[in-house]
């Protein structure tokens, strides 16, 4: 899996921090910097990338994996191939201000201080790779939401690495509990809506860019506390504001609006959860920790916040495919930015969790399109608590 570290640029450029943690109460990843590598060798050969200009997308428009992050226009990525030391060193310039960064590469990286504004990012040692022919480092830059990358395909077997620029296209939760009881199903939702296989069935991924996402918490979680079908999604620490739209069309019939409190304990804030029914008979789906819900979600719960959230019944009102859900997510307080999703499958014809406390919770990852189910899958950080019937 590559590794993954981001971090907010405005006012922490020349901040010696070698590690930015991101917390959650069902996991975490800390990646710790490795000790920088001899500076008087001689490099063997320099490749360089930029990233050219973009717009962002209109918010009246849904975008999709072709929509460009603006003011990155002179960014800039090169990379050194050292034979000395055995390693790449990376140094992208022309970064801009308000942006959070993501390195990731083929072979294990660690990202170290730079000078001058710059971000310096190093593969120390290629013994471990020595069957591969090239690696690959992208700098993901993400902001409010939307995504671009500059990458750089360093060449192991030539003493001249040639540059390749590729644009891709495209705290965890509490300790509520979490549980969803089958759902009878709907007017309307019957066999005939659904597909003979339901991989890349969901053509709309529920953000407008998926490589915002820096960890992915899978279905099917055996934690202390409980038992959880759904997954989450992470993204960087502040990224709160994201609009979240639907995947597919479907019909909000339960939810809740709910106190949750912080990893830390001293908060209580306002999350929503909703569920929701598609057409095709046995298929939901939920979101959790969603923080502002549109105005006409909000109004279909009363004015005082539960207990916990388990979900009462609401609505049921419809939505479509592509339809905006909510603009803030998370815990606004301490900037934990995250939100529960998860697919059950109540007719099981998709691999579903085994214990019957899941719910009929599914492996949603080959739900959406190859690329984005990989994306998600490389993401996930622990494997070790999991229901092995989830996603085998």
């Known amino acids: 899996m590559p590794i993954r570290i981001s971090g907010r640029l405005a006012r922490r450029l020349f901040a010696v921090l070698l590690a930015l943690t991101l917390t959650g109460a069902c996991s975490s990843a800390t990646d710790n910097p490795e000790n920088v590598g001899p500076e008087s060798?001689?490099?063997?050969?320099?490749?360089?990338?930029?990233?050219?200009?973009?717009?962002?997308?209109?918010e009246q428009s849904i975008p999709d994996d072709?929509?460009?992050?603006?003011?990155?226009?002179?960014?800039?990525?090169?990379?050194?191939?050292?034979?000395?030391?055995?390693?790449?060193?990376?140094?992208?310039d022309g970064i801009p201000a308000g942006v959070d960064y993501f390195w990731d590469s083929t072979l294990p990286g660690t990202a170290i201080p730079g000078t001058d504004g710059s971000l310096v990012y190093e593969i120390s040692s290629l013994q471990a790779g020595s069957a591969k022919q090239a690696v690959e480092v992208v700098l993901r830059l993400c902001k409010e939401g939307i995504c671009?990358?500059?990458?750089?395909?360093?060449?192991?077997?030539?003493?001249?690495?040639?540059?390749?620029?590729?644009?891709?296209?495209?705290?965890?939760?509490?300790?509520?509990?979490?549980?969803?009881e089958e759902?009878?199903?709907?007017?309307?939702?019957?066999?005939?809506?659904?597909?003979?296989?339901?991989?890349?069935?969901?053509?709309?991924?529920?953000?407008?860019?998926?490589?915002v996402i820096t960890e992915v918490g899978p279905p099917g979680r055996i934690d202390p506390d409980d038992l959880r079908g759904h997954g989450y999604f992470r993204m960087p620490q502040g990224t709160n504001a994201l609009k979240v739209r639907?995947?597919?069309?479907?019909?909000?019939?339960?939810?809740?609006?709910?106190?949750?409190?912080?990893?830390?304990?001293?908060?209580l804030e306002l999350q929503y959860r909703l569920e929701f029914q598609t057409k095709c008979e046995g298929i939901r789906f939920r979101f959790d920790h969603i923080r502002e819900p549109i105005k006409a979600i909000v109004e279909l719960f009363g004015p005082e916040p539960k207990d916990d959230s388990r979900g009462i019944s609401i609505g049921p009102m419809a939505f479509k495919e592509g339809d905006l859900i909510a603009t803030q997510i998370g815990f606004l307080v301490d900037g934990n930015a995250f939100f529960d999703f998860g697919i059950y499958d109540d007719l099981k014809r998709v691999s579903t969790a085994r214990d019957p406390g899941f719910y009929n919770a599914a492996c949603y990852y080959d739900f959406f399109n190859p690329e984005i189910a990989s994306y998600l899958r490389e993401r996930v950080q622990r494997e070790d608590n999991l229901d092995p019937g989830v996603c085998p």
């Open 41 to 58: 060798a001689s490099p063997v050969g320099l490749v360089e990338s930029t990233l050219p200009p973009s717009q962002v997308p209109s």
């Open 66 to 92: 072709s929509s460009k992050l603006s003011g990155t226009g002179s960014t800039q990525l090169s990379c050194e191939l050292r034979e000395m030391e055995e390693g790449i060193r990376c140094v992208a």
């Open 148 to 180: 671009d990358d500059v990458s750089v395909s360093v060449d192991l077997t030539a003493n001249n690495p040639q540059a390749n620029e590729t644009k891709n296209p495209d705290s965890a939760e509490g300790s509520n509990k979490n549980q969803s």
């Open 183 to 211: 759902a009878e199903p709907l007017a309307g939702s019957n066999l005939d809506n659904c597909p003979t296989n339901f991989d890349g069935w969901l053509t709309t991924f529920p953000l407008e860019d998926h490589r």
């Open 246 to 267: 639907m995947p597919v069309d479907g019909i909000l019939y339960m939810g809740s609006n709910h106190l949750g409190r912080t990893f830390d304990g001293s908060s």
